[in-house]
């Protein structure tokens, strides 16, 4: 187990200094400066180079890259551009948000996903499993936005059971509530979880499937038990391998995701943030959140690397 760890703790580093590399070197090639944007059309070569200088886009892009990976590791960030504010606290502002949108949305998909994953595996090939493959099979082909837009178009403006977007905060103090801020994110939690429930769905399907037909699981049901007893004490367990590495790399996907749907929602949270710095040619909170989502995901993969091992004993023993 120790050296296993200690390989995958290896390969999260490493990937996370290619990660900073690339984002980096991405949002350098881009055309443009900020300066240009911050002072508009009219401003001259001597006030845009003043500004180049106050914000240092003066200095070589070695230099600046060092700067920002010594100021990460020190916990510090630089400050917006647009904002005047350091990134970190509107980073962590906008995932007050986000955080809790992406968790309901991993509930829900894990909810739905589990459920008619085993309900077709546990009835194969009949009309139950192939109606689940077929809703499944919707759901993946919809798009997220456009699902949105249904959602608001139904219980927002028809139905009139919430609002059809913002949000109102989780204290009083901002206009809302605990209920009222959970009562915002459902539909854009439904929106978000739609593909990722049908595809988790699937594997879970094939991955029960897969397990029912081992010698186990035949010799389990020759000592006496039932189906539905063979299925919670022996299958399920095994089949939970590639679903939990494909519950950890949706839970990424949710978090990196959200940007489309934020907007569509109009919520303050991540995605949000991107799309108006983008705008605004802030390009210091684009990396620093582009930046973030990446190690989400490869922190969410180291994560899963370990519970896979957890649940798999196979790799302890490899390990030691």
Request: proline residues 4%; hydrophobic residues 55%.
């Amino acid at each position: 187990m120790g050296p296993f760890l200690l390989r995958r703790f290896a390969t999260f580093v490493a990937t996370l200094l290619v990660a900073s590399f690339v984002v980096f070197a991405v949002l350098e090639l881009l055309p443009g400066n900020a300066a240009e944007v911050i002072l508009g059309d009219t401003a001259t070569p001597e006030s845009v180079a003043a500004l180049q200088a106050k914000l240092g886009l003066d200095r070589p892009a070695t230099t600046r890259y060092a700067e920002w990976i010594g100021e990460l590791l020190q916990g510090r960030t630089a400050r917006s551009i647009s904002y005047d504010t350091p990134t970190a606290e509107l980073i962590a502002e906008r995932l007050r948000v986000t955080v809790p949108l992406a968790l309901l949305a991993m509930t829900i998909t894990v909810v739905l996903a589990l459920g008619l994953g085993l309900y077709a595996a546990s009835r194969h090939n009949t009309f139950g499993d192939l109606g689940v493959m077929a809703a499944s099979q919707v759901g993946i082909a919809i798009p997220n936005f456009w699902f949105a837009i249904l959602l608001i178009l139904f219980f927002a403006v028809k139905l009139q059971w919430v609002s059809a977007g913002g949000f109102p905060g989780w204290t009083e103090d901002e206009g809302g509530g605990p209920w009222e801020g959970l009562k915002a994110l459902v539909l854009p939690s439904v929106a978000l979880a739609l593909v990722q429930a049908a595809i988790l769905a699937r594997v879970t399907r094939s991955a029960v499937l897969e397990v029912m037909r081992e010698d186990f699981v035949r010799t389990a049901r020759a000592k006496g038990l039932t189906r539905r007893q063979a299925l919670w004490r022996h299958v399920l367990r095994n089949a939970m391998i590639p679903v939990v590495t494909i519950m950890g790399l949706q839970f990424a996907n949710l978090i990196t995701g959200t940007i489309v749907v934020e907007n569509v929602f109009v919520l303050p949270g991540i995605g949000r943030l991107v799309f108006q710095a983008i705008s605004n040619r802030d390009l210091v909170v684009v990396r620093d959140v582009v930046m973030l989502l990446a190690a989400v995901v490869v922190v969410v993969n180291f994560l899963v690397d370990v519970l896979y091992a957890l649940i798999d004993p196979r790799l302890r023993r490899a390990g030691g």
